[in-house]
Structures are given as structure tokens and as C-alpha cells.
Nanobody, 128 residues
């Protein structure tokens, strides 16, 4: 049974940092793309970052977070990470991780419809 569990969300002040963790289980984590999305109530889910399966995997970021967020993965721990620095109030959202087991190459950034499994999310709130 595929399962994704996010953690690490919190309330921080602008300029601060957080590290989100997505723990995967029940599938071949190392060979699967991992993606992070975020969503504000009443708005569409927005792609944040993604990382291909394997070691030394290539990454991609949305323009809104590029240079501030870093996605990574530890295949031995079956975890993906989203390091968020220089946080802004507009980063406030529920953050989700997603995957499609066995698909090592990520889809075009933002294709929410192509990910088969999602976590329940972790809330990030950034105050000014």
C-alpha cells in the first residue's frame, strides 16, 4: 500500500526557514519521481518543485520559489525534503508531496493530474 506522509510544517516569520519531509512507503521509492505542491484555499494547487528518481537526480522549480527552496531525497530513508529559506507571506499554504510509483522521470512541472498518490499535506504559515 502506497503511503506518503508530510511533516515539518509550522508558523514562522518572514525571512525564516523550514524543512518539510515527505516519508514514502509501500513502493519503490528510489525509482520514483517525487514532487511538492502547495495550495491555498480557493485557489488551484501549484507546483513547487520536483526531483527525478535515482541518485544525483535532476530537479526543477517553479519561478516563485527558485533560489529560495531546495528539493532533495534520501533513498535509503525513503524520504524527500523541501528546504525552504527566505520565506515570504505568500508562501503560506498547505504543502503536499506526490508520486507515481515506478515513474522515474517527473512530468512537466505542474501536471497535478498525472500523479497517482498524494499525502495529506502539512501547513506552512509565514507571517510578516
Amino acid at each position: 500500500q502506497v503511503r506518503l506522509v508530510e511533516s515539518g510544517g509550522a508558523s514562522v516569520q518572514a525571512g525564516g526557514s523550514l524543512k518539510l519531509v515527505c516519508a514514502g512507503s509501500g513502493y519503490y521509492f528510489s525509482s520514483s519521481c517525487m514532487a511538492w505542491f502547495r495550495q491555498v484555499p480557493g485557489q488551484e494547487r501549484e507546483a513547487v518543485a520536483q526531483i527525478n528518481g535515482g541518485e544525483g537526480s535532476s530537479t526543477e522549480y517553479s519561478t516563485s520559489v527558485k533560489g529560495r527552496f531546495t528539493i532533495s531525497r534520501d533513498n535509503t530513508k525513503m524520504e524527500s525534503y523541501l528546504q525552504m529559506d527566505s520565506l515570504k507571506p505568500e508562501d503560506t499554504a498547505m504543502y503536499y508531496c506526490a508520486t507515481t510509483p515506478g515513474a522515474p522521470y517527473c512530468y512537466s512541472l505542474g501536471r497535478t493530474d498525472l500523479y497517482a498518490y498524494w499525502g495529506r499535506g502539512t501547513q506552512v504559515t509565514v507571517s510578516s
